[in-house]
Each structure stands twice: as C-alpha cells, then as structure tokens.
C-alpha cells in the first residue's frame, strides 16, 4: 500500500478539494484499514463544507456513506478479514454506555461519526475503521455494494421516520421533501409498510416523477406549481394524514407539515436544519398533534437486509450519477446545486 493517498478534505466554510494525505493505519486492536469501494455524497456533506454544522472540524476529510472492502485488521479483530466486502454504518457507537444499552446508538457518548468531529471520512482511496466488527456488515453473497449503499443512511433515517412515530400498518403518509431520504420514506412506507396512501411533496419536480414511477407514490404536489394544502385535503377526503414525514429542516416545510396532519396526527422530521425557525404552536396544540425528531439509531437494518435479499425494497433507482474520486468535486457542485436532475452521486475508487 502507499503511504499517501487521494481524499477530499475539508479545510474551513467554502475550502475544499481533491488532495494528497496520508494513508491511515491501524491505532487500535479492533481497527480496520479499509479500501473504499463504492461511496455517496449526503447532504449532511454539503451542509458541511457551506459552514451550516457549527460543530465542524477541519481540516477533515469527508463523507460517512459507503461500502468498503478489508485490507488490514487490528489485533482483536476476530471475525473479519483481508478480503471481506462490507458496508459499512455512518459513524461507531460503544456498546456499554446508557444510550447504547438503550438502542440509542447514534447518541453514544464515546462514538463518532465519519467525517465528522472525532473521524476521518469515506471520501478516501482508505479508511479506518474504529470498533470495526460492530461497524462493519459484510455484504450477502448475491448483492452489490449497489443493492446496499444505501441502508446504513439513506434507508435507516427513513425507517426511523416511521417507526420513531409508531406508525402502523395501512395509515396513510405524506412525506415532505423527497430527497434521497424523503424517497427512501417512501419507499418504506409503501413497500415495507403497507401505507394505504403515500403523498410525496417537493418544489422540485424531477424528485415527483422519480417518486411516482418508481412506484413509491399515490399522489406528488408541487407547491411551486398547486396549493399544496387544498390538493393534500383533496386527497385525503378532507382529514389530512395519519403521519407526515418532514426531511428538509426549514420554517415552511414544517409549516406545511403542521398543516398537513390530520388532528392527533404525528409530525416526524428526519431533517437536520442549518438554523433556528418558529413553529405554530397554537396549532400544534389545538389540534392534538405530536411531534417527533431526531437522529435515526441504526434500527432497521438488519430487517432491511432481509428485504432487499427479497426483493420486497429496492433503492437502485436513486443511484442517478456515478463517477471515480478524480471527480468529486464535480459530484459536489452537481449534487449540491441538484443540477441534472441528480438523486445520488456515487464516487467509484480513485484511477490513476
């Protein structure tokens, strides 16, 4: 192996790029040193490297989406090995302190997620992997890195939109900004769920049709071209939905989603918002709605392997763009500034 590599890293608000670090190495008996194989920008991705996570450290190199094959293993590393092929989970969690023992993994007090504070990102020729045996899942024969890109983040933060709200069987939904994440809420409710009626709401269009002839939705509203309450009542017969799912972190998406709630209804925002903004409470209170956010745990994952070996959850059809790590800044500015209709950006290995 080399003893540099390419990454793209993070230096401070608006500075990033494609540049030369040094190649990890392994710190801790259950370290791993991984070759990246596949890879996708988030979101969360460019939040960051606009300045809108306070938290940020950096220099850093980004990116916590990704499959990764083993290269090297530390010396308590027991069941995986040189070879094996994996996905991989967005961030490392104890095990032992109270919000691991209580499922909670994302809050973990001694965890960390790639690209972030404590961690170096995916968006790497190599990766260490910290507590690998509990952070790495090896791929099922018979899939690709393809098949599961997109369970660790995308499909898990859509799972617990649902299930964080106690959603049952046959309810109806609507899920506002239908993003990746806002697609795989779709998705889930429609296909892991059983959802009577799926309502998919963006200004963007192309995020509609995709939603639509995927099969994921009954219904798509285009506040920038209907009046997205009056055709959401239509819909509904009048009452609103069971659940509404809320991804995009803004006064008027959550606004619309108070609106949107049938009464005693369940608002459950996934989104992580870049400020502050007011709600309605008058209206949340008066008409007996819950609200319920946070960070999705992990949860899901495993029942969500088992369905997409089924063939019951497919999320392919969100993989619009792909190219190798040369281009990453490329995927960025095209992903970040959703130009050419781009859903996901997927980074292939480096190639010399």
């Given at each position: 192996?080399?003893?540099?590599?390419?990454?793209?890293?993070?230096?401070?608000?608006?500075?990033?790029?494609?540049?030369?670090?040094?190649?990890?190495?392994?710190?801790?008996?259950?370290?791993?040193?991984?070759?990246?194989?596949?890879?996708?920008?988030?979101?969360?991705?460019?939040?960051?490297?606009?300045?809108?996570?306070?938290?940020?450290?950096?220099?850093?190199i980004q990116g916590h989406e990704f499959c990764a094959e083993v290269v090297e293993t530390g010396s308590g590393v027991k069941n995986l090995k040189a070879g094996d092929r994996c996905m991989v989970l967005p961030g490392t969690f104890c095990g032992q302190c109270d919000m691991c023992r209580s499922g909670r993994f994302i809050l973990c007090r001694d965890g960390g997620i790639f690209g972030n504070i404590n961690m170096e990102g995916c968006h790497?020729?190599?990766?260490?992997?910290?507590?690998?045996?509990?952070?790495?899942?090896?791929?099922p024969e018979g899939l690709t890195e393809e098949d599961v890109i997109m369970l660790p983040d995308m499909l898990a933060t859509g799972w617990f939109g649902i299930t964080n709200a106690g959603f049952t069987e046959g309810g109806s939904v609507a899920v506002i900004g239908v993003g990746p994440v806002g697609q795989c809420a779709c998705l889930l409710a429609k296909k892991a769920f059983n959802a009577r009626q799926v309502i998919a709401v963006d200004t963007l269009q192309y995020r509609l049709d995709i939603a639509k002839n995927?099969?994921?939705?009954?219904?798509?509203?285009?506040?920038?071209?209907?009046?997205?309450?009056?055709?959401?009542m239509e819909a509904t017969g009048g009452a609103g939905v069971d659940l509404v799912i809320e991804t995009a972190g803004?006064?008027?998406?959550?606004d619309l989603a108070v609106r949107a709630a049938k009464m005693n209804g369940i608002i459950s925002t996934v989104a992580v918002p870049a400020a502050p903004f007011e709600v309605n409470m008058p209206s949340i209170v008066f008409r007996n709605l819950t609200i319920k956010a946070g960070i999705q745990n992990?949860?899901?994952?495993?029942?969500?392997?088992?369905?997409?070996?089924?063939?019951k959850i497919d999320s392919r059809f969100l993989l619009t763009h792909r190219a190798p790590l040369n281009d990453i800044e490329k995927g960025y500015d095209v992903f970040g500034n959703q130009k050419d209709n781009c859903m996901k950006w997927l980074i292939t290995p480096y190639e010399r």
């Open positions: 192996m080399e003893e540099t590599m390419k990454a793209l890293v993070y230096d401070g608000p608006g500075k990033y790029g494609l540049t030369d670090v040094s190649v990890p190495v392994i710190l801790k008996p259950t370290d791993v040193i991984a070759k990246v194989t596949l890879a996708a920008i988030c979101t969360s991705d460019i939040h960051q490297v606009r300045g809108e996570i306070a938290d940020a450290v950096y220099p850093r790497a020729e190599y990766i260490r992997i910290p507590r690998a045996e509990q952070t790495m899942f090896p791929i995927a099969g994921n939705a009954d219904v798509v509203i285009n506040p920038a071209q209907d009046k997205a309450v009056k055709k959401l803004i006064k008027a998406t959550f992990g949860a899901g994952i495993r029942k969500m392997m088992k369905m997409i070996m089924a063939g």
